[in-house]
């Protein structure tokens, strides 16, 4: 009889216990959710600031590549790459221009020997860009000859998506050969 009222003793303590240990249990897991949910709300504010802040940068490089140009292909000295330029610009495309209408030429890319480096320049106007690249595009042909390349120097995310397209543009022209590229999306004339 005397173990009855210790085990009624131990069972109110347990169930005493009990009782405190899910309040707090309880109040621990409100804690933890409101927590939970102000980091939830945090990161998705990081989020959305750093999708904002990638496209200032995308727009950001793209303006800064607004005016560039590639050429690959064009051989000679490493050392005096502008007048390498303003040759082949004049030579192969008849567009007459001197240094001052040139920023920023070099060559790019590590120097491997029997390779030659692409050089990247930036043009002073957009017209000047557009001639350029107008009459690479009109005498193609006689530029594949002598294997030099025109071409837009495009952001990073630009030019992966443009490489998609031009996968998909191969496939494109056997339908409609008069697709092409413009921007970043199809024309078909």
Do not use: W
């Not at 804690?31 to 999708?51: A, F, G, Q, W, Y």
């Not at 050392?79 to 221009?97: A, N, P, S, W």
């Not at 020997?113 to 042909?141: D, W």
């Amino acid at each position: 009889m005397s173990t009855t009222p210790s085990l009624q003793h131990l069972f109110n303590l347990i169930q005493s216990g009990h009782a405190d240990l899910k309040t707090e249990t309880n109040s621990f897991k409100t804690s933890i959710e409101s927590k939970i949910s102000h980091l939830v709300d945090d990161i998705k504010d990081l989020r959305k600031e750093n999708t904002e802040c990638k496209q200032r940068i995308l727009e950001s490089e793209r303006k800064l590549k607004k005016f560039n140009l590639i050429v690959y292909g064009v051989q000679g000295v490493e050392t005096d790459t502008t007048d390498e330029l303003l040759k082949v610009i004049g030579d192969y495309l008849h567009i007459t221009c001197n240094k001052q209408q040139f920023r920023d030429v070099f060559r790019f890319g590590r120097q491997v020997e029997g390779k030659i480096r692409p050089i990247l320049f930036e043009v002073v106007n957009y017209e000047l860009k557009t001639q350029i690249l107008n009459a690479a595009r009109l005498i193609n042909e006689d530029l594949r000859k002598i294997k030099v390349l025109f071409l837009n120097d495009y952001a990073k995310e630009d030019y992966i998506k443009r490489k998609f397209l031009h996968g998909q543009l191969k496939e494109a022209k056997t339908i409609h050969p008069q697709a092409k590229i413009k921007k970043k999306s199809f024309i078909f004339k």
